[in-house]
């Protein structure tokens, strides 16, 4: 059975070069294009956040979005004994669809070499995260206990500041 309750959730998209000297402005420009193309046609809130340094190699966005998040049986019934992974699977489950969208994105791009890599970063705390990860209720659950596993001490609440961030790789320019 899955419940489903209206949220509203900001979170920072951040798309950097996965080597900052070794960087491709090209493809972090074309990933950041898709990427918020595709969220504003999907009704998400994208705004352009100042990096503080000019002509920096960093994208950075606030997303916001309502929706009604359907929650499935599984982390309902876990929400009701460990609260700290109720609070990661909220945060993962808002996540998910702008982690999906990044890994979609990778596979618009005309040249594929290497894949980006994304990360979710609550407070001070980060875990690398495949699409996999967050395909559904249950792999989301499994990556909360896995983030409790790797941070045990970390204090987790549902309005802790996350950031999603995607490390784009330096792309092999074909000569025509």
Same mark, same amino acid.
């Given at each position: 059975m899955e419940q489903e309750f209206p949220q509203s959730y900001s979170m920072t998209l951040a798309i950097i070069p996965e080597n900052e000297r070794d960087s491709d402005p090209a493809a972090i420009s074309a990933v950041g294009r898709i990427v918020v193309e595709d969220l504003l046609s999907e009704g998400y809130t994208v705004k352009p956040i100042a990096a503080g340094q000019k002509g920096g190699l960093e994208l950075l966005f606030q997303i916001v979005t309502t929706t009604? +998040?359907?929650?499935?049986? $599984?982390?309902?019934? +876990?929400? *009701?004994?460990?609260?700290?992974?109720? *609070?990661?699977?909220?945060?993962?489950?808002?996540?998910?669809?702008?982690?999906?969208?990044?890994f979609r994105t990778q596979k618009k791009q005309p040249t594929k070499e290497q894949e980006i890599k994304v990360s979710i970063r609550i407070d001070e705390t980060e875990i690398e995260?495949?699409?996999?990860d967050v395909a559904n209720d249950e792999r989301i659950f499994h990556l909360a206990e896995r983030?409790?596993? $790797?941070?045990?001490?970390?204090?987790?609440i549902p309005r802790s500041t996350v950031k999603v961030q995607a490390r784009v790789p330096k792309q092999k320019h074909h000569r025509r």
């Open positions: 009604l +998040q359907t929650v499935g049986t $599984e982390i309902l019934a +876990q929400k *009701d004994v460990i609260g700290i992974l109720s *609070d990661l699977c909220t945060i993962f489950g808002a996540a998910s669809p702008l982690v999906l969208r990044l995260v495949s699409s996999s983030f409790l596993a $790797e941070h045990p001490a970390a204090n987790i």
